[in-house]
């Protein structure tokens, strides 16, 4: 038996509720006969009396999504075809909701604009998301560590042997130089073999340092900004343990780069850690980091992370791109360290820089993608 239109319409709004999906028609100027499904009113908690109003989303927007999507609709309303936008939406009773609305765009009779259109609330999904970003995050800094352990291991292993070798040749010839008729063919025999091991030394560390460049490098052609906005959430999550503000300031139509994209997002994922611990220590709220992609003066694109937190010390600056050296007493002191190398295998450097009036500011270049001919 096939469903009465009673019952389809329950069937649909069931299915709504299961996909957290609603269903919206409004129309631009707006004429009063707008709609939202049931859904709809339940994932953004409005009450069920109040006139579907696009402006009514408007003002529930995310102060910091707000501009953004204003733009995306001002572009759209001039034209038809299809928007897409995810933006996070602010109950009233102050939960956020990260909604992604999907829109049809036509022109109804006299002219006004007909959006058709679909609102998903994809919070949950975002939120196992950002999880699992951030055990992601942290297996490869647990990686990095046991790579790094491992190495060092490695290096002591390795460079005992021809450092010993090399210790007991020199004492060899300082006991043949001390004789009243040296052994000159010995001498200059041990002083080879010094040659030799030392030789041998400097080899293992080569292929050391070697290992750490070129480790899993997957290099390709992205936007800077892109590398930003894959790791907003996660530096979302220090803005607030920090309670801080994040400030972006990215630069539009750069140049593209030619970068390990994961790894780039480390060095930021670093930066603003260091950034928001730096607040957590002092206890102070109100602090501001902010994100910055430019075009420097050759043509190459700059990216820094500044905050208006206490800075480095004196003593300190000189040392923190030391592996090992924290001020923190859980740190592990790797953090620019590891930066550092990353930046280094780019061709690039993490340079430090004080914060005027206060606070640090580090900033690095990438190198931009060869030019398509
Ligand atoms: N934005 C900052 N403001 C103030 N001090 C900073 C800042 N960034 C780094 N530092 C100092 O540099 C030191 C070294 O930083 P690094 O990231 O290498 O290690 P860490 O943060 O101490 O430990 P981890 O290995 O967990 O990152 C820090 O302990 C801190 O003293
Ligand atoms: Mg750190």
């Not at 041990?190 to 080899?203: D, N, P, S, V, Y």
């Not at 280094?344 to 060869?370: C, I, V």
């Amino acid at each position: 038996m096939s469903p009465t239109p009673a019952d389809a319409q329950d069937l649909l709004r069931e299915a709504q509720e299961i996909a957290q999906l609603g269903n919206t028609e409004f129309f631009v100027p707006d004429n009063g006969v707008n709609y939202w499904s049931p859904q709809v009113y339940r994932m953004l908690g409005i009450e069920p009396a109040e006139r579907p109003s696009h402006a009514r989303i408007f003002a529930g927007l995310h102060p910091e999504d707000r501009d953004r999507c204003l733009i995306a609709w001002s572009r759209a309303i001039r034209g038809t075809g299809r928007l897409e936008l995810s933006y996070r939406f602010v109950r009233a009773d102050g939960v956020i909701r990260h909604i992604e609305a999907r829109y049809r765009l036509s022109r109804a009779e006299g002219g006004s604009l007909r959006a058709v259109g679909t609102l998903h609330d994809v919070t949950e999904r975002k939120a196992a998301e950002d999880a699992a970003r951030r055990a992601q995050a942290r297996l490869s800094e647990v990686g990095r560590l046991a790579t790094l352990g491992e190495i060092a291991a490695g290096i002591s292993h390795e460079l005992n042997q021809p450092l010993a070798a090399i210790t007991n040749y020199a004492r060899a010839c300082e006991r043949l130089l001390a004789a009243p008729h040296p052994d000159m063919p010995e001498v200059s025999s041990a002083l080879r073999e010094i040659t030799a091991q030392a030789m041998r030394a400097g080899e293992i560390i080569h292929r050391l340092r070697g290992m750490v460049r070129h480790r899993e490098t997957h290099r390709t052609v992205l936007a800077p900004n892109d590398l930003v906005r894959d790791v907003m959430s996660l530096l979302e999550m220090d803005a607030r343990a920090s309670r801080s503000t994040l400030r972006y300031d990215l630069a539009p139509d750069l140049p593209r780069v030619l970068v390990d994209g994961v790894q780039i997002e480390q060095v930021i994922v670093n930066l603003v850690h260091n950034a928001a611990e730096a607040f957590i220590s002092t206890g102070e709220t109100g602090g501001e980091i902010v994100i910055r992609t430019a075009i420097g003066e050759s043509g190459q694109v700059e990216v820094s992370v500044a905050d208006n937190g206490p800075g480095l010390a004196a003593g300190v600056e000189a040392r923190v791109f030391e592996p090992f050296f924290t001020t923190k007493p859980e740190g592990t002191g790797l953090g620019l360290a590891i930066s550092r190398s990353i930046l280094e295998a780019h061709r690039s450097q993490l340079a430090y820089l004080p914060n005027a009036p206060h606070g640090a500011r580090f900033a690095f270049t990438l190198p931009p993608a060869p030019e398509l001919s």
